[in-house]
């Protein structure tokens, strides 16, 4: 579904349609045969469309697991899944849920329970509770997971390389409303393919924007206002194929970019007091994610998996805890789920080398306690870095004679 | 790649050592690798840009004296493709070689990553932002 619609409103209006969209879209669109209460291991996640490419190949190894775990999803929006979790007993998804096989090779439908609807677990989001003007229920734990990052997506087929933030605030702040306004060839409205102001996505970027200017706020981002990040995706690629690949630009996570290469990319972003705008990646054709491992790339920010817990270090609910433990760093998986993210354009915590504590906050130089740089590098680029050494038997004997001493997941590394 | 603050922590007195000859400078030229805003060019490693936009590399080699070392540019990924009229910037600005430690310092440690300029200027941006109505 495409929504069209105009900025600027109220604040709390987006976040209502986003709520609305989502239950429109939770609606059967057709027969279902099978009721998500019969699925082994249920954790019912909502919230953030975003993190859908690596959700799936989190869930498709968990559905194997002993016991298996089946995680159902609703994707609704960043700040939709934060509103969930501030009650307690936390909100309610109704109507159809999402969920995957081993395979992961196609979504699955299942039926929530009707009229009352299904607890949610875990809310996810991209960002910050009070990004979204919401503060978690004080029985809940906002967990951090992997790193994701926002970009200025175009289409492959446009030679636009760079967009600064300065720039960015002109043209999704005023949509090309005067000349005075426009910054070329960003100029015209049609062409800025946005979220709405439950998106995680674009609530990221518009606390990158809002340091560069006055005023700028998620909800009076100017475009078209697009229901998920396969909608932005539809519409990219879409005014490529109509030959507007110049002024098509749109607001992406950087795992939906990683899932297709082959139609869009990311701008090279230029932050405030930066004299180089850098992608998240090295390169155009890398998968590192370099720049935002050490900074270089502002916008980034962790997973937060918002859920019931009396510790604040687990989940109240078993199964969601498995998820939590997994996505924290805090339990090892018996699937190599440091591959997933690397191979999904997501970062773990392992292989960060810079922390913030808020919205695309300050930075703060970062060695996480068991880093896993060398395996996410050999995961993501296919080849470990020539300075990464192997110690195949995961002794930390077999790194005596380094600078790095200690053997994680298969490599030598600092700590 | 490696990040200078692994070396750091590794304790090698050596990597101090250099660090602190490195650092005796704040910026120095060991600038990532710029491409211009017509076209993308090949690297040929940390604080080295080209300037013809139009060569293919081979990869580029890892910076020694700056704040960060690596494997290498990015360059030989996309060597050569240049578009029209597009030639890459011999970039003049510098870049923080010491260790970062605030948010500025991490925006713009040397690093044998592609970076793209974006010219405000000469885009039209208002030097001075009008607050979003």
């Known amino acids: 579904m495409r929504t069209k619609m105009r900025f600027p409103v109220i604040r709390a209006l987006p976040i209502l349609a986003g709520a609305a969209c989502a239950l429109f879209t939770a609606l059967p669109a057709s027969a279902q045969s099978v009721d998500c209460a019969t699925l082994p291991g249920r954790v019912y996640v909502a919230g953030s469309t975003a993190v859908k490419p690596f959700l799936l190949a989190i869930a498709k190894n968990l559905v194997t697991a002993n016991p298996p775990i089946t995680i159902i999803y609703q994707g609704q929006g960043s700040c939709v899944g934060v509103n969930y979790m501030t009650t307690s007993p936390a909100g309610t998804i109704s109507g159809t849920g999402t969920y995957w096989d081993s395979t992961g090779s196609a979504d699955l439908s299942c039926n929530l329970t009707a009229i009352t609807g299904d607890v949610v677990d875990i809310g996810v989001s991209d960002v910050f509770a009070s990004s979204c003007g919401y503060a978690a229920d004080p029985s809940m734990h906002d967990f951090y ?59 990221m970027i518009s606390a990158a924007l809002a340091q560069v200017g006055s005023g700028f706020a998620a909800a009076k981002v100017k475009g078209v206002a697009n229901s998920g990040s396969g909608v932005v995706l539809t519409g990219l690629t879409g005014l490529a194929a109509a030959n507007n690949q110049e002024k098509a630009i749109g607001f992406l996570a950087m795992d939906v970019v ?10 090279a972003f230029q932050f405030k007091g930066q004299s180089c705008g850098y992608m998240p990646d090295s390169s155009t054709t890398a998968f590192d994610k370099a720049n935002v491992r050490d900074g270089h790339y502002a916008i980034w920010g962790p997973l937060h998996m918002i859920t019931p817990s009396t510790d604040g270090k687990t989940a109240t609910n078993a199964n969601a805890d498995k998820i939590i433990g997994y996505l924290t760093g805090r339990d090892a998986p018996a699937f190599d789920l440091i591959s997933v993210e690397a191979t999904k354009g997501v970062v773990p915590d392992c292989a960060m080398r810079v922390s913030r504590t808020t919205e695309v906050g300050a930075m703060a130089s970062y060695m996480p306690a068991k880093s896993c740089e060398c395996k996410f590098l050999k995961a993501a680029t296919g080849t470990a870095p020539t300075d990464c050494v192997a110690c195949p038997n995961n002794t930390d004997a077999e790194c005596a004679s380094g600078a790095n001493k200690h053997c994680n997941y298969g490599f030598c590394e600092v700590q | 790649m490696k990040t200078m603050h ?16 490195a650092c005796s400078s704040k910026n120095n030229n060991n600038n990532p690798v710029i491409i211009g805003t017509g076209g993308e060019a090949a690297a040929t490693g940390g604080g080295t840009s080209t300037t013809d936009g139009g060569s293919s590399g081979t990869g580029g080699s890892s910076s020694t004296n700056g704040g960060s070392t690596g494997n290498g540019g990015s360059g030989s990924s996309t060597g050569g493709a240049t578009a029209a009229g597009g030639a890459c910037v011999q970039d003049t600005r510098p870049c923080h070689s010491c260790p970062a430690t605030t948010s500025d310092e991490f925006l713009n440690e040397c690093t044998p990553a592609t970076c793209y300029p974006f010219d405000n200027a000469g885009k039209g941006v208002p030097s001075s932002l009008p607050a979003i109505p």
């Open chain 1, 258 to 267: 990683d899932t297709n290469r082959d139609k869009v990319r990311p701008l």
């Open chain 1, 145 to 203: 997971g992997p790193v994701q990052s926002m970009t200025f997506s175009v289409p492959v087929t446009s030679t636009q390389q760079s967009i600064s933030a300065e720039a960015a605030y002109m043209v999704f702040g005023f949509g090309a409303d005067t000349a005075a306004h426009t910054v070329a060839p960003w100029n015209d409205a049609t062409a800025l393919e946005v979220r709405s102001a439950s998106s995680g996505t674009q609530q």
């Open chain 2, 6 to 21: 692994k070396h750091l922590a590794s304790g090698l007195a050596g990597t101090l050592i250099l660090l602190a000859l």
